[in-house]
């Protein structure tokens, strides 16, 4: 595979950088020289999480603020990059909510411990006490997994076209994938990538929204458990696709890290937050001759 064609300073931006996979992809991404914005809702928390990558001598790592909700926040962001660095390689859109709350002590005990791997449809009802999906978290959920995910994208566009070697990576899961899904219309619409467009993904979301709210999941076959999770991950999937088919120049691409132990998880995962973070770094720097538009399965590239 061909080398990055660029010898100079590459730049990445890592949303919801302070804690798990995310500080994982700002050291990474830092112990192979690429200077880093680690991004964080909380201040406080962002900065304590940059001056511990500063304590591992990474001095190329800067904090500043970030909340994916609030485009005046975004605004900012934006105009520090270019004002900094004049342009954009890399950007990691890591931020994520589970849009559920977890009963912790039973969720653990639940099949003998296996965590997620058993929060499947199939066990929707032996769940109801264990794990609850608010209408109001599903929409937060929402707002940051898929509309939050797409206006920072939209907002760094302009400076990632001035980078010879941009680079978009989604962190996704495996949670997107199509199979979770029920209704065999909505997944055709997905899967119709030709005919797939920004609408259509609005679209659906407000339909699962619509029926979310109004307690019809199962009648009309949506995911039953982390319904807003999935839902928003498949939309980010599709989104993927989408944008890689717009940007022949960029490499854009959607990763799920693997079943990683942080607070998303519940602590129930696998992986540690450092072997959860390869996934997502290897794409972040694929060679320019690369794939674009695709689903990696941790280090595999795997089916929607």
């Known amino acids: 595979m061909a080398s990055v064609a660029s010898t100079e300073q590459r730049v990445a931006v890592v949303t919801g950088g302070n804690k798990g996979i995310g500080l994982e992809i700002c050291r990474q991404l830092a112990s192979n020289g690429i200077t880093v914005i680690l991004t964080a809702r909380n201040e406080n928390r962002g900065l304590e999480a940059t001056d511990k990558l500063k304590e591992?001598?990474?001095?190329?790592?800067?904090?500043?603020?970030?909340?994916?909700?609030d485009p005046t926040s975004i605004a900012r962001l934006t105009k520090f990059v270019e004002s900094t660095f004049q342009k954009l390689d890399i950007l990691v859109n890591n931020a994520a909510e589970s849009g559920i709350i977890v009963n912790y002590d039973e969720f653990i005990a639940f099949k003998d411990g296996a965590g997620y791997a058993e929060v499947n449809d199939e066990n929707a009802l032996l769940l109801e006490s264990i794990i609850e999906q608010p209408y109001n978290l599903g929409e937060e959920c929402m707002k940051t997994n898929y509309y939050g995910t797409k206006a920072v994208t939209e907002a760094f566009l302009p400076l990632l076209q001035l980078s010879s070697s941009p680079r978009i990576v989604n962190v996704s899961s495996n949670y997107g994938e199509l199979h979770w899904i029920h209704n065999e219309m909505v997944k055709a619409e997905f899967r119709d990538i030709d005919n797939l467009t920004e609408e259509k993904i609005d679209g659906i979301i407000q339909r699962f929204m619509k029926d979310f709210k109004d307690n019809k999941l199962l009648e009309n076959g949506w995911p039953l458990t982390c319904a807003a999770y999935k839902i928003?991950?498949?939309?980010?999937?599709?989104?993927?696709?989408?944008?890689?088919?717009?940007?022949?120049?960029?490499?854009v691409n959607c990763v799920h890290p693997g079943y990683v132990i942080t607070d998303l998880t519940s602590n129930t995962g696998h992986l540690t937050p450092e072997k959860g973070a390869k996934a997502p770094v290897m794409v972040a720097l694929l060679p320019d001759d690369g794939p674009s538009g695709v689903y990696f399965s941790q280090m595999q590239i795997s089916s929607f």
Do not use: E, W
């Open 232 to 251: 928003s991950k498949a939309a980010i999937n599709a989104y993927t696709r989408l944008l890689a088919g717009k940007l022949h120049n960029f490499l």
């Open 56 to 69: 591992f001598g990474l001095v190329n790592v800067t904090y500043h603020q970030l909340d994916v909700k």
